[in-house]
């Protein structure tokens, strides 16, 4: 049964008619046209659909919407300030080549700037244990882990 | 130069839009109202389906169609029509056809919604009815029904034997004879495959579809479904990654298209995770070395052969056997190949296919050669290294393999090896120190490039290429801003698009050879063209000047002689007043001189594992690679492909692995967690080094191509590793605990 929703999204209300039982994911990318966020698995296995909930980055698809109503949600969308200057952790991503095919990036970017919130210098071993979530195929790690150390020394 | 561009590690140009979600994948392109597709899949591996009943789903409100092998129509009569540009041969599946089921998963219908949530449920409500039939999915118990595995296909080798092998190997003082095998591999993109079918009010298809070849894709829409190519569009721009998944259109796109065209409405179909299990794999091989040297080391015969996978309908060939003449000096080779007709859907090209499994083997049996002659593992390779392609007779184009060995061998620190295996202790941990060598091939295909340069200066270049998360948007934006001597933001690289001119897939590690040669021609056609409207200008001093007189770079075209005769690219065109400058190319590969040369990458690759002596769990703790690849057009997006092949390879040695359950002739472990892949806390030290050298026999900008070779020898490498610390030597990938710790069946159960 549809019923009228209203998400706080990267500093905007939006309202929605959906059902409450639907994936976050879904609300973002189809009714709001998210696209940032990526489906991957649909299980939380894969990460590639992380937002930030109150600033922590957690996986979107297996979120019910109706259990997002009561925080700040911020995706990939809401990172660059209103000029359109990308969040440090997303050019850093750039200058280190931390992007291939670019799909599971998503997810990389919103834990990095999750861990950065919470701890500003981290160690790599800190940055590979924050993104323990996050699966990617083109095994760009090892560039992932130098872009986050750029960011948070930038 | 400022405008020198290649082998410089530029930024990505498709960076910006793909942290910042912009770049669309194909599943991303919407229209209103768009409909869903879900795809049911068989749960059956072999036999008829008796009955299919689509009432309940029909009856709820919003489900617009199903389709299925009932009321599919008869589509191009012809197996033929079905054949993409990587078919193996054989007769290519075709989805809806008939009631037969040929494996499991195979896409048995297609529930059509109005939205996705719907088409999802309504695919639950299928009644399906089989008559089931006994299948076969276990290559090593059906050895016997083996055929041979030759044919012809695209970048397949028919396996070559050179000299004697029996006779020097019954002579050859020190001997191994050993069997090798490894885990089915799936791709697994992190994007699923999906293809969105726009319909045009005239019938006209515009099809966003994950692919690595636009034009393969717009090839099987036409012949199978007889529309004219002048009425398909086939657009591809980003490609959440594909390793070579999208080499050949997957069903999604045939069963899109199917709704698209009979409905007569946009429609949409995107494959779940455990159905990009359902369509090809990297296939189980079973391999025998038999290598024979004197006592000095030098290698006299060897044998290698291989047992593989293949489907009932269509023969799956990849080079597995045929890479120790190319990289050994050694005059008696054999080898064997045979595949096994399966219960299964055809194995699909994986990174580096065949390669990636038939070095392992061979890089695995020198090893242990090496310590039954009681010599250094590298020693030993240099003592067989070759300067020509024995299984040719042929000299290389370029092989820096040589310096690989050297430099690898240096930055890691290979001469403190200790070659006892089991002495290199630590703690708890097992150190082991392992090598292995890898090869591929390094092609060039024909290519065609189109480049614009308009009044204002800005130049775009384009061929129905794709990037796949590769960087050819980048590379190809280098070598036309070099070549004509623009600044780099000047220009526009486009591909994925089939209206675009002719490439072939993005597979072998040919792009860069082929589609940069091309653009590289078409931008040096701009040039003389350029140079000829300068010499028209009045009182120009470029009058009658030839190309090789003078330079193009920074925005101006200069005289070699004296730098300070020059005109600006952008007075050219005003001057003259000209709008643009369009010119085409047409690369054609010299095979004439090419076939004259073996023409392959190499790599040297460095493991260092550490085994838990109690747990028996295995790390990779550091990979020196070093690459011979040919001139390397830019450095970051190079690394990032060796890289990427490095992570593959730990991953294939310690991971992965597809898990058929044979009752059911189904891979069960299909999700991304059972499905192991190595992640952020496998990651040990990776450091790369590229031993470049022009090879200009393979392509004109000097590349040779390095998607595949920074996989090839990994697995190796770490598997020599892991003998090295643990003394156990483990001739089966994926090295799992109980393999590493050397428990038997019945124990590794315990665990």
Avoid at chain 2, 641 to 665: C, K, R, T, Y
Wanted: aromatic share 6%.
């Amino acid at each position: 049964m549809k019923k009228k929703i209203i998400l706080k999204v990267n500093g905007k209300e939006h309202e929605v008619n959906v059902d409450p039982a639907t994936p976050l994911l879904y609300v973002l990318r189809n009714n709001l046209g998210l696209k940032g966020p990526k489906f991957g698995c649909g299980l939380s296995q894969c990460g590639a659909c992380m937002v930030l909930y109150d600033g922590k980055a957690n996986p979107s698809c297996l979120k019910a919407v109706e259990n997002a109503t009561d925080m700040e949600i911020t995706t990939l969308e809401g990172l660059a300030d209103d000029n359109g200057n990308l969040h440090k952790v997303q050019q850093a991503f750039v200058e280190e080549q931390a992007a291939q095919c670019g799909y599971c990036l998503n997810g990389l970017v919103m834990a990095s700037v999750g861990l950065l919130q919470e701890n500003s210098n981290p160690s790599d071993e800190e940055i590979q244990a924050a993104l323990y979530r996050n699966i990617c195929r083109c095994g760009v790690h090892p560039r992932v882990i130098r872009a986050v150390k750029k960011a948070s020394t930038s | 130069m400022a405008t020198d561009y290649i082998g410089k590690p530029k930024n990505r140009v498709d960076g910006r839009d793909k942290v910042a979600g912009k770049a669309k994948y194909a599943a991303e392109f919407h229209e209103p109202g768009l409909l869903h597709g879900v795809v049911v899949s068989s749960a059956i591996a072999k036999g008829r389906i008796k009955v299919i009943d689509a009432s309940k789903a029909l009856e709820l409100d919003g489900v617009v169609e199903v389709f299925t092998h009932e009321n599919t129509p008869s589509l191009a009569w012809m197996d033929l029509s079905y054949k993409d540009m990587d078919a193996p041969p054989g007769d290519p599946f075709r989805p809806l056809h008939s009631d037969k089921i040929q494996f499991n998963m195979q896409p048995v219908a297609l529930v059509v919604a109005e939205t996705l949530e719907l088409a999802k449920y309504a695919s639950h409500l299928i009644d399906i009815g089989y008559d089931v039939d006994g299948h076969n999915t276990k290559l090593v118990d059906s050895l016997d029904q083996s055929e041979k595995g030759k044919g012809l296909r695209a970048g397949f080798e028919n396996p070559t034997s050179v000299g004697d092998f029996e006779d020097a190997f019954e002579k050859a003082e020190v001997k191994i004879d050993l069997e090798y095998f490894h885990g089915a591999e799936h791709h697994n993109p992190m994007e699923m495959h999906a293809s969105t079918v726009i319909y045009g009010e005239d019938g006209n298809l515009t099809i966003y579809d994950k692919t690595q070849g636009v034009l393969n894709s717009r090839h099987y829409v036409s012949m199978v479904f007889g529309i004219s190519k002048k009425k398909i569009r086939v657009l591809s721009p980003y490609v959440g990654g594909a390793f070579g998944s999208a080499l050949r259109p997957q069903y999604q796109l045939f069963m899109a298209t199917l709704a698209a065209t009979q409905l007569k409405k946009s429609v949409k179909v995107e494959l779940t995770r455990p159905q990009m299990f359902s369509f090809g794999h990297r296939p189980i091989t079973i391999q025998n070395l038999k290598i024979g040297a004197s006592a000095d080391g030098t290698l006299k015969a060897i044998h290698h052969s291989a047992f593989s996978e293949t489907s009932q309908f269509e023969k799956y060939i990849e080079n597995v056997v045929n890479w120790s003449a190319k990289l050994y000096k050694c005059e008696n080779v054999e080898e064997k190949y045979r595949v096994v007709p399966l219960d299964m859907y055809t194995p699909l090209d994986m990174r580096a296919p065949g390669g990636a499994t038939g070095v392992y083997a061979l890089e695995s049996a020198m090893d242990e050669l090496a310590y039954k002659l009681k010599m250094d593992p590298l020693e030993l390779r240099l003592k067989n290294y070759t300067e020509e392609d024995k299984s040719k007779g042929k000299p290389f184009s370029s092989k820096t393999l040589r310096e690989c060995y050297q430099q690898g061998a240096e930055k890691f620190g290979w001469e403190k090896r200790n070659p006892e295996p089991g002495s290199m202790k630590e703690g708890h941990q097992l150190v082991g120190w392992g090598m292995a060598t890898g090869i591929w091939d390094a092609l060039q295909m024909p290519a065609r490039a189109k480049a614009i340069l308009t009044a204002d200066g800005k130049l775009e270049v384009s061929s129905a290429t794709a990037d796949i998360g590769t960087g050819t948007y980048t590379i190809m934006a280098q070598i036309a801003a070099e070549t004509l001597g623009l600044p780099f933001e000047d220009v526009t690289a486009k591909l994925g698009d089939s209206s675009l001119p002719f490439a072939l897939i993005e597979g072998g590690s040919a792009t860069a050879a082929s589609v940069g040669s091309a653009v590289k021609s078409v931008c040096l056609k701009v040039a003389k063209k350029l140079l000829k409207e300068a010499g028209k200008i009045k009182n120009s001093p470029f009058k009658d000047a030839k190309i090789e007189d003078v330079l193009f770079a920074d925005g101006k075209i200069s005289s070699r002689k004296d730098a300070s005769i020059y005109i600006e690219i952008s007075e050219v065109m005003k001057k003259r007043q000209l709008d643009e400058i369009k010119k085409k190319y047409a690369l054609i590969p010299n095979m004439l001189k090419q076939s004259r040369y073996g023409r392959n990458t190499h790599s040297a690759v460095f493991a260092e594992v550490k085994v838990d002596e109690d747990l028996g769990t295995v790390k990779v703790t550091k990979i020196v690679s070093a690459i011979d690849g040919g001139k390397i057009l830019n450095h970051k997006t190079a690394h990032s492909q060796i890289l990427g092949g490095v992570v593959w390879g730990i991953s294939m040695a310690l991971e992965e692995d597809s898990f058929m359950d044979h009752n059911f002739g189904r891979f069960i472990n299909h999700d991304l967690a059972e499905y192991h892949i190595a992640v952020n806390a496998d990651m040990p030290d990776i450091d790369i080094i590229f031993v470049e050298e022009e090879d200009h026999i393979v392509s004109s900008v000097g590349a040779k191509g390095i998607g595949e070779i920074g996989l090839v020898g990994v697995a190796a490498a770490i598997a020599n590793a892991v003998y090295h610390a643990t003394g156990r030597r483990v001739r089966e990938l994926p090295i799992t605990l109980d393999k590493a710790m050397g428990l038997n069946t019945a124990e590794a159960e315990q665990i």
